[in-house]
C-alpha cells in the first residue's frame, strides 16, 4: 500500500516522519492482517522489549493515522531535529 505525506511526498520504509503530535517516527516494513505489504511505525514499548527477548515487535499501519498531517523529514531535517531533541547544537 502507498502513502504520501501532507506535502504529496511518497513515503518509503527507513523514512522518518513527523506525526501530528509532533513526535518522529521510523517508518517500517509490516504486513496487513491479510499478508499484503504495508507500512507501519513502532508500537512496542522499548523497555518492554529489552526485558523480553523474545517479544515481538508491533507496528501501528499508517492508514490509522490522518496523512494530512505527516509530514516526511528530509534527512538534513531529521539530524537537525535530532540535535535539538537532545537539547545540543
Known sequence: MQYFDKN???IKAG???LM???SIEMVYDTEDQYGNPNLGINASNEEYLERHPYASREYY???NFDM???EV???KE????TI????KW
Open 8 to 10: 504529496g511526498k511518497e
Open 15 to 17: 523514512m522518518k516522519i
Open 20 to 22: 501530528e503530535d509532533g
Open 61 to 63: 499501519s499508517l492508514c
Open 68 to 70: 494530512g498531517e505527516v
Open 73 to 75: 523529514i528530509e534527512q
Open 78 to 81: 531529521s539530524t537537525e531535529l
Open 84 to 87: 535539538l531533541e537532545n537539547g
